[in-house]
T-cell receptor, first 114, second 112 residues
């Protein structure tokens, strides 16, 4: 158990639908990062939050959005889902905004869009 | 951001030492080097981080030459459970690490 909790572990949904992925960071960590990993794309950084504020944005589609709540958990919202959105979505957390001693990943949410 | 280059795959037998070299020719003065390990369908796991010379922990060693343009992750006496993808990342710990992209990594396959 890495200390980063992601729910749900698996999600199957139809095209056009909207889903919400949840992440609870490791205790004491203020930063949360979201990554998407598909077979042909590798690990792609989506977005980072630090203590409730958006800190960095990567290759996140406009159909996707995220937020970090006062209790530091984060949610990634994916809407108007397409078949190509099928992937593993990972959340990671770190103490600060940087990568001191690396950051800790959760076990991921596997999203299948049918 | 420093770009990294590492081999696509490496094969090894159980009990051997595996050395994976990562090239990062444009590494900046403040950049650290970090390695992650990822098993199928699991999130990457932090292995080791270093700035210069040599760093060792219970899992691996990281060798960084004086010019810091490359680094070598050394896995001593690998076992079947070390079969995984290994990623090398370079960046400053004061920046947003989220900006860093994981490359394709090195697929290490350990066989009996």
């Amino acid at each position: 158990d890495s200390g980063v909790t992601q729910t749900p572990k698996h999600l199957i949904t139809a095209t056009g639908q909207r889903v919400t992925l949840r992440c609870s960071p490791r205790s004491g960590d203020l930063s949360v990062y979201w990554y998407q990993q598909s077979l042909d794309q590798g690990l792609q950084f989506l977005i980072q939050y630090y203590n409730g504020e958006e800190r960095a944005k990567g290759n996140i589609l406009e159909r996707f959005s995220a937020q970090q709540f006062p209790d530091l958990h984060s949610e990634l919202n994916l809407s108007s889902l397409e078949l190509g959105d099928s992937a593993l979505y990972f959340c990671a957390s770190s103490v600060g905004t940087g990568g001191d001693y690396g950051y800790t990943f959760g076990s991921g949410t596997r999203l299948t869009v049918v | 951001l420093a770009k990294t280059t590492q081999p696509i795959s490496m094969d090894s037998y159980e009990g051997q030492e595996v050395n994976i070299t990562c090239s990062h020719n444009n590494i900046a003065t403040n950049d650290y080097i970090t390695w992650y390990q990822q098993f199928p369908s699991q999130g990457p796991r932090f292995i080791i981080q270093g700035y210069k010379t040599k760093v060792t922990n219970e899992v691996a060693s990281l060798f960084i030459p004086a010019d810091r343009k490359s680094s070598t992750l050394s896995l001593p006496r690998v076992s079947l459970s070390d079969t995984a993808v290994y990623y090398c990342l370079v960046g400053t710990t004061t920046d947003s690490w989220g900006k860093l992209q994981f490359g394709a990594g090195t697929q290490v396959v350990v066989t009996p």
